[in-house]
Nanobody, 123 residues
Framework: QGQLVESGGGLVQAGGSLRLSCTVTGRTFSRNNMGWFRQAPGKERDFVAAISGSGSTAYADAVKGRFTISRDNAKSTLYLQMNSMNTEDTAVYYC?????????????????WGQGTQVTVSS
């Protein structure tokens, strides 16, 4: 199923920006739906954004208009550009790969996960 490795997390002030990256090795990348999820302490893992094999995108309402998901198939890399961040964006962020080519948004529809990267937004 391959390996997914996230990077780009860190500490940012409210109103600031971060870009997360997820490099995929050992599996087909270009045709598969890819997604970002996040999990805050004591909470469930929540959908953030997804991008299909054809480039269609979907976003959670909480991040719509602030976050942008994209992919570079030549580099087998997924991105999440996060702007206008607030303290509620603080979480561990995970990238995930799905066997489906269309948009999917629930964790159960993804079978490969990265190790996660911490994002902390200070007020």
């Amino acid at each position: 199923q391959g390996q997914l490795v996230e990077s780009g997390g860190g500490l940012v002030q409210a109103g600031g920006s971060l870009r997360l990256s997820c490099t995929v090795t050992g599996r087909t990348f270009s045709r598969n739906n890819m997604g970002w999820f996040r999990q805050a302490p004591g909470k469930e893992r929540d959908f953030v954004a997804a991008i299909s094999g054809s480039g269609s995108t979907a976003y959670a309402d909480a991040v719509k208009g602030r976050f942008t998901i994209s992919r570079d198939n030549a580099k087998s890399t997924l991105y999440l550009q996060m702007n206008s961040m607030n303290t509620e964006d603080t979480a561990v962020y995970y990238c995930a790969a799905s066997p489906w080519s269309n948009i999917v948004t629930t964790p159960q529809q993804y079978h490969s996960w990265g190790q996660g990267t911490q994002v902390t937004v200070s007020s």
